[in-house]
């Protein structure tokens, strides 16, 4: 089982729409979670951490619960430029300074 | 004044060849990484190095050979490249161990080994 398995998509959507993403993970001593985002031929970029108790940034809302080891993200009014690869992260419990990436899910809103 | 960025941007030689790829960041930070990204777009880590000494070193094959002259700088030295040593290769930095949230990478060094 990956460590940090994503659906890859693509997920095509129209501009307006709303799309949720998911993730798993699995070792259940991991702490920390995040939400990266990819452009095409890009470095990636710290979207969002994601907290227990779930957080919100304008449009973006992560979701974590630990009981199912899975985090999602919701994206609301979905914009031409959210199209990218979005990472899902995970840090190794033995050693927080790892970050475990997931294979990433494709965005792509259409006009 | 880019943050952290990388030489070259692209590299395209020969499989059996050595060459070598330099990071550099301005931020001030002490922990830098060097990640590769295959064709499927996995991001995995290969090395850290915190304040010039190395702390993460997963399972790469020794023909790779990160060098940190100063906490600045993380090269990294391929020997023997191999067709499968085709990658996107990313450095990264972050302000110190423990704080994996605020990594932040460079544009990236294609790699292709022909």
């Known amino acids: 089982r990956k460590e940090v398995e994503q659906d890859p998509g693509p997920f095509n959507v129209p501009e307006g729409a709303t799309v949720a993403f998911n993730c798993t993970y699995s070792?259940?001593?991991?702490?920390?979670f995040f939400w990266y985002r990819q452009d095409c031929r890009k470095e990636p970029k710290l979207l969002m951490s994601?907290?227990?108790s779930g957080n919100e940034d304008g449009r973006f809302t992560a979701q974590l619960n630990r009981a199912s080891q899975y985090i999602s993200l919701l994206i609301r009014d979905s914009k031409l430029s959210d199209s990218a690869t979005y990472l899902c992260?995970?840090?190794?419990?033995?050693?927080?300074?790892?970050?475990?990436f997931g294979q990433g899910t494709t965005l792509q809103v259409k006009p | 004044d880019t943050a952290v960025s990388q030489t070259p941007k692209y590299l395209v030689t020969q499989m059996g060849n050595d060459k070598s790829i330099k990071c550099e960041q301005n931020l001030g930070h002490d922990t830098m990484y060097w990640y590769k990204q295959d064709s499927k777009k996995f991001l995995k880590i290969m090395f850290s190095y915190n304040n010039k000494e190395l702390i993460i070193n997963e399972t790469v094959p020794n023909r790779f050979s990160p060098k940190s002259p100063d906490k600045a700088h993380l090269n990294l030295h391929i020997n023997s490249l191999e067709l499968g040593d085709s990658a996107v290769y990313f450095c990264?930095?972050?302000?110190?161990?423990?704080?994996?949230?605020?990594?932040?990478f460079g544009p990236g060094t294609r790699l292709l080994v022909l």
């Open positions: 990264a930095s972050s302000p110190g161990q423990g704080r994996p949230e605020t990594q932040y």
């Open positions: 994601v907290y227990s």
């Open positions: 992260v995970v840090n190794n419990p033995s050693n927080t300074g790892k970050l475990i």
């Open positions: 070792n259940s001593a991991s702490q920390s």
